[in-house]
């Protein structure tokens, strides 16, 4: 069964500071990788995904199948960043499967 | 567009009470999932609609959980008895049509349940 770890369940970071928030999974096959984001009072929303390559916020994040992980990016932390996020997996590329999520990172950027 | 639809927002129960959650999900979206999460955690996938048909429940409760998705389109789930285990945040998520594709996970606002 594949599963997904995020060894830190809170970061803090001060602004201007490079961010990285870790993601491994556990997965034999080629899963598709996504963070998704929570911010205060607002609903979950798909951050960015790696199939797509782009950077959305000024995060980023790559696939390292040697590695089995996927962790997100950011060289300059800005206060708006702080957020809850989870790293996700789907086991297929044929639609829409299920997503095994994270315990999740809650990052805070300190001013 | 109002997105996702939830209600209630928030609803407090004695166990073995029953409680029923509501799920609208964004017009046009073929697939809508049911997800609990449990404070701490991540969300876990409960059921998967396809149109009316659930294609994936095998991780519902089904001794206790219910769900339907009557005429494709609004989706209820039910607890009936509810246990103290059962507090967390459920969460109602639609998506298009699959096409071959991944397609987008649009999320509600969730029900929070407290079973005192």
């Known amino acids: 069964a594949q599963r997904v770890t995020q060894p830190e369940k809170l970061l803090s970071v001060f602004k201007g500071a490079p961010v990285e928030l870790k993601c491994n999974y556990s997965?034999?096959?080629?899963?598709?990788l996504f963070w998704y984001v929570q911010y205060s009072r607002q609903r979950l929303q798909l951050l960015l995904r790696?199939?797509s390559r782009e950077s959305i916020k000024g995060f980023t994040a790559d696939l390292n199948k040697g590695e089995t992980s996927f962790h997100l990016k950011k060289p300059f932390a800005q206060e708006e960043d702080s957020a809850m996020y989870y790293c996700?997996?789907?086991?297929?590329?044929?639609?829409?499967?299920?997503?095994?999520f994270g315990t999740g990172t809650r990052l805070t950027i300190i001013p | 567009e109002a997105g996702v639809v939830q209600s209630p927002r928030y609803k407090i129960i004695e166990k073995k009470q029953p409680v029923a959650f509501w799920c609208n999900p964004i017009?046009?979206?073929?697939?809508l999932y049911w997800y609990r999460q449990n404070l701490g955690q991540g969300p876990e996938l409960l059921i998967r609609?396809?149109?009316?048909?659930?294609?994936?429940d095998s991780q519902l409760p089904k001794d206790r959980f219910s769900a339907e998705r009557l005429k494709g389109v609004d989706s209820t789930l039910k607890i009936q008895p509810a246990e103290l285990g059962d507090s967390a945040v459920y969460l109602c998520?639609?998506?298009?049509?699959?096409?071959?594709?991944?397609?987008?996970?649009?999320f509600g606002p969730g029900t929070r349940l407290t079973v005192l």
């Open positions: 609609y396809e149109n009316e048909e659930a294609v994936d």
């Open positions: 997965y034999s096959g080629s899963p598709e």
């Open positions: 017009s046009g979206h073929n697939t």
């Open positions: 790696h199939i």
């Open positions: 996700a997996l789907s086991v297929t590329n044929f639609g829409n499967e299920k997503l095994t």
């Open positions: 998520a639609s998506s298009a049509l699959a096409g071959g594709h991944y397609n987008e996970q649009f």
